[in-house]
């Protein structure tokens, strides 16, 4: 029998757009028809919350071979269906496990499905994320970073089970990642009329994430097996750099659109502080950051991130570096400034609801007088060779230029003479000619590395003309690949070895940096490091 939640006062006044909207149950379908113009209607299986039909504008969009839902699904779970219709028309669907809640929300009139999530465990498969799993064939094409996550039609697999070769090009959904700070949409699609199914995020849908405003993770794939997947990953250990956070994570959407690309980033999601949505804190219960960012040159970005336990936020500062934070849950963070992604001054603020707190930040600055210097210390491998391309293909790929080993000549080299990345036994050592004056060779100095992540363990060594320092200590493992997959950022290490006087020559001098550690696995999951700027210091 059916059981239709039917507006019927709202029936007799509403535009026919919207005459259809509603909630009907049959079995254990849970139909949601939006009532908008562009047709929208889903169904949740009231067994387990998988999203098994997504009709829009009459056809099926969604994967026939799996549903679309929360981690790999949830099983088996309480779901309870509902109109909210105090502030508008919403359907609203609550999925409740014994650690988990998903809610789904569709509002009259509108063909976006929006979701939140609350947590207060981390899902057995150990990692966070909404999938929807979409007709490869409808929706092959993906934003915005086109065929470099399309592993559809791979003749080979190059690492694992993820990196694989099409057409002689390694692809990996790895390879769709975007930084979380300036993740607002992506989406997978198709040219013929336009049609886009998105994800859609704003400043609130990371809160409850892990990895701060530079993390990056899947955002699409179009597998090959029948499905276009589109993800949301909440945290995951993809390069994990701090515990993973419960509580509420999101609101975030998945929006179906006729007229190119939406905007998440203007996505107004206030309304969940009227549908009765665990953990959600409505604005009126948040309180905000402002001040002004000082020491970070007008050449890099100056970024803002704020993070505790709880929640972490971020904001770029402006030109002046005048910044106010989004708006925030009450309680202590760590404010952290960032010369494009790399660190450079740290302070303690407390938010509290209702109110503003002004919080200036500086940059740290050195007494110590720099020699030459080989990169932008930006947190990242900016100019180095193969920087531009290692997000979107594997090291290996024939479009790489040469990993060396190579030489670079301070004064007369490229940036492009040093490679992005360290493979111990692969293209290390790097050598660095140079030349001092004597006065310059006659003190002490620092030979400063910086590195942004480390895989297996690695951490530069370095000799000095015939002068060896000791090695460094192992940094913080970081249990996951890194160089491979696209990633570059883990906790960047800064090494600094000291070069006693008497170590430099007035003339020539060369410096050799290798990489400390054991080997593993092939050729490029060797122990290896990502650089972001070399100095020697006086």
């Given at each position: 029998?059916?059981?239709?939640?039917?507006?019927?006062?709202?029936?007799?006044?509403?535009?026919?757009?919207?005459?259809?909207?509603?909630?009907?149950?049959?079995?254990?379908?849970?139909?949601?028809?939006?009532?908008?113009?562009?047709?929208?209607?889903?169904?949740?299986?009231?067994?387990?919350?998988?999203?098994?039909?997504?009709?829009?504008?009459?056809?099926?969009?969604?994967?026939?071979?799996?549903?679309?839902?929360?981690?790999?699904?949830?099983?088996?779970?309480?779901?309870?269906?509902?109109?909210?219709?105090?502030?508008?028309?919403?359907?609203?669907?609550?999925?409740?496990?014994?650690?988990?809640?998903?809610?789904?929300?569709?509002?009259?009139?509108?063909?976006?499905?929006?979701?939140?999530?609350?947590?207060?465990?981390?899902?057995?498969?150990?990692?966070?994320?909404?999938?929807?799993?979409?007709?490869?064939?409808?929706?092959?094409?993906?934003?915005?970073?086109?065929?470099?996550?399309?592993?559809?039609?791979?003749?080979?697999?190059?690492?694992?089970?993820?990196?694989?070769?099409?057409?002689?090009?390694?692809?990996?959904?790895?390879?769709?990642?975007?930084?979380?700070?300036?993740?607002y949409?992506?989406?997978?699609?198709?040219?013929?009329?336009?049609?886009?199914?998105?994800?859609?995020?704003?400043?609130?849908?990371?809160?409850?994430?892990?990895?701060?405003?530079f993390?990056r993770?899947?955002?699409?794939?179009?597998?090959?097996?029948?499905?276009?997947?589109?993800?949301?990953?909440?945290?995951?250990?993809?390069?994990?750099?701090?515990?993973?956070r419960?509580?509420?994570?999101?609101?975030?959407?998945?929006?179906?659109?006729?007229?190119?690309?939406?905007?998440?980033?203007?996505?107004?999601?206030?309304?969940?502080?009227?549908?009765?949505?665990t953990?959600?804190?409505?604005?009126?219960?948040?309180?905000?950051?402002?001040?002004?960012?000082?020491?970070v040159?007008?050449?890099?970005?100056?970024?803002?991130?704020?993070?505790?336990?709880?929640?972490?936020?971020?904001?770029?500062?402006?030109?002046?570096?005048?910044?106010?934070?989004?708006?925030?849950?009450?309680?202590?963070?760590?404010?952290?400034?960032y010369?494009?992604?790399?660190?450079?001054?740290?302070?303690?603020?407390?938010?509290?609801?209702?109110?503003?707190?002004?919080?200036?930040?500086?940059?740290?600055?050195?007494?110590?007088?720099?020699?030459?210097?080989?990169?932008?210390?930006?947190?990242?491998?900016?100019?180095?060779r193969?920087?531009?391309?290692?997000?979107?293909?594997?090291?290996?790929?024939?479009?790489?230029?040469?990993?060396?080993?190579?030489?670079?000549?301070?004064?007369?080299?490229?940036?492009?003479?040093?490679?992005?990345?360290?493979?111990?036994?692969?293209?290390?050592?790097?050598?660095?000619?140079?030349?001092?004056?004597?006065?310059?060779?006659a003190?002490?100095?620092?030979?400063?590395?910086?590195?942004?992540?480390?895989?297996?363990?690695?951490?530069?060594?370095?000799?000095?003309?015939?002068?060896?320092?000791?090695?460094?200590?192992?940094?913080?493992?970081?249990?996951?690949?890194?160089?491979?997959?696209?990633?570059?950022?883990?906790?960047?290490?800064?090494?600094?070895?000291?070069?006693?006087?008497?170590?430099?020559?007035?003339?020539?001098?060369?410096?050799?940096?290798?990489?400390?550690?054991?080997?593993?696995?092939?050729?490029?999951?060797?122990?290896?490091v990502?650089?972001?700027?070399?100095e020697?210091?006086?």
């Amino acid at each position: 029998m059916f059981l239709q939640h039917t507006l019927f006062a709202a029936l007799a006044l509403a535009s026919p757009a919207f005459a259809a909207f509603g909630i009907t149950t049959s079995g254990s379908n849970i139909v949601v028809d939006a009532g908008s113009d562009n047709a929208l209607k889903i169904t949740v299986n009231s067994n387990n919350c998988d999203i098994t039909s997504i009709l829009f504008r009459g056809e099926e969009l969604q994967d026939s071979a799996k549903g679309s839902h929360i981690s790999s699904g949830l099983g088996t779970a309480t779901v309870k269906s509902e109109i909210v219709s105090n502030i508008g028309q919403y359907a609203k669907i609550t999925c409740t496990t014994s650690t988990l809640t998903q809610y789904i929300v569709v509002r009259s009139g509108d063909s976006t499905v929006y979701m939140a999530t609350y947590t207060t465990a981390e899902p057995t498969i150990g990692e966070l994320r909404f999938i929807a799993r979409l007709s490869a064939s409808k929706l092959p094409l993906e934003y915005p970073f086109g065929v470099v996550s399309t592993t559809a039609g791979s003749s080979s697999t190059v690492e694992g089970s993820d990196v694989f070769v099409v057409g002689g090009q390694t692809r990996s959904k790895f390879y769709s990642s975007e930084r979380f700070i300036d993740d607002y949409t992506h989406c997978v699609y198709r040219d013929s009329d336009a049609i886009h199914a998105c994800i859609l995020l704003n400043s609130g849908s990371y809160e409850g994430s892990s990895g701060g405003p530079f993390f990056r993770d899947i955002n699409s794939n179009n597998a090959g097996d029948g499905a276009t997947n589109l993800y949301f990953y909440m945290n995951s250990g993809h390069v994990q750099t701090e515990s993973f956070r419960m509580g509420l994570h999101g609101p975030y959407a998945l929006q179906f659109s006729r007229s190119g690309v939406p905007s998440g980033k203007t996505m107004d999601t206030s309304f969940f502080a009227n549908l009765g949505v665990t953990g959600y804190v409505a604005a009126s219960g948040r309180g905000s950051v402002t001040g002004t960012a000082t020491g970070v040159s007008s050449n890099f970005q100056k970024v803002l991130h704020w993070y505790n336990a709880n929640a972490q936020y971020w904001v770029y500062a402006d030109s002046a570096g005048k910044f106010t934070s989004p708006a925030m849950k009450p309680g202590t963070y760590t404010q952290v400034l960032y010369q494009d992604e790399f660190k450079v001054g740290s302070s303690s603020v407390s938010v509290t609801a209702g109110k503003t707190t002004t919080a200036n930040i500086g940059a740290s600055t050195s007494s110590k007088t720099t020699l030459w210097q080989i990169g932008d210390w930006d947190g990242q491998p900016t100019g180095f060779r193969n920087a531009d391309k290692q997000l979107r293909m594997h090291p290996s790929d024939s479009r790489m230029s040469s990993w060396g080993p190579l030489t670079y000549t301070v004064g007369s080299s490229s940036l492009d003479s040093v490679p992005m990345a360290l493979f111990k036994g692969v293209n290390a050592p790097l050598t660095i000619k140079f030349t001092l004056t004597a006065a310059q060779a006659a003190a002490a100095a620092t030979l400063r590395v910086g590195t942004t992540l480390s895989f297996a363990g690695a951490r530069p060594s370095a000799v000095i003309n015939s002068y060896t320092p000791a090695t460094p200590a192992a940094p913080t493992k970081i249990d996951s690949r890194g160089v491979t997959r696209g990633a570059y950022r883990g906790f960047g290490e800064v090494y600094d070895f000291a070069v006693p006087a008497g170590n430099l020559i007035s003339g020539s001098n060369t410096i050799t940096l290798n990489v400390a550690s054991g080997s593993s696995g092939d050729t490029y999951l060797q122990p290896n490091v990502i650089l972001d700027a070399i100095e020697l210091l006086r």
